[in-house]
């Protein structure tokens, strides 16, 4: 028997949350579930996220289909304020299922910023959103 029963959601940390929460919303469809903001007078967060004191998180939580995905936008004197490549540690992407691969991909490139990959045959295309995150589109079939 497997202690884990399933994946609740996935987060991914943005340097600017309006902008990622405009293009996800906006851009790729997805509904806006809450969106919150911690540390606050009554819920520290040091020992629940392992940070210090002077840090912060500001995060939203987004659904497409079933699927739950959280943008997360985080405030420290520390941070380092570079997303990660493909092949650097922490580096990442989130894989998408689409109904029209060409379509979504027609839409994309309209966007100022984003920057469209080669694809990969007929089964998928990475996408770099204006903020440098990875996207992985899925064709129907793949």
């Not at 540390?39 to 004191?53: A, L």
């Not at 998180?57 to 490549?85: C, N, V, Y």
């Amino acid at each position: 028997m497997s202690l884990i029963t399933g994946v609740h959601h996935v987060g991914f940390s943005v340097p600017d949350l309006e902008e990622a929460l405009k293009f996800f919303t906006e851009v790729l469809g997805f509904e806006l579930v809450s969106q919150n903001a911690l540390p606050t007078p009554d819920d520290p967060i040091t020992e629940q996220f392992d940070v210090e004191p002077d840090e912060s998180i500001r995060f939203a939580f987004l659904k497409a289909g079933g699927d739950t995905i959280e943008l997360i936008e985080w405030s420290s004197p520390r941070q380092h304020r570079q997303m990660p490549r493909n092949p650097d540690w922490g580096g990442r992407h989130l894989a998408l299922k689409t109904n029209g691969l060409e379509e979504t991909l027609a839409k994309l490139r309209t966007v100022p910023g984003v920057r469209v990959m080669k694809p990969r045959g007929e089964h998928f295309v990475y996408v770099q959103t204006p903020f440098g995150m990875y996207l992985q589109l899925m064709a129907p079939n793949a």
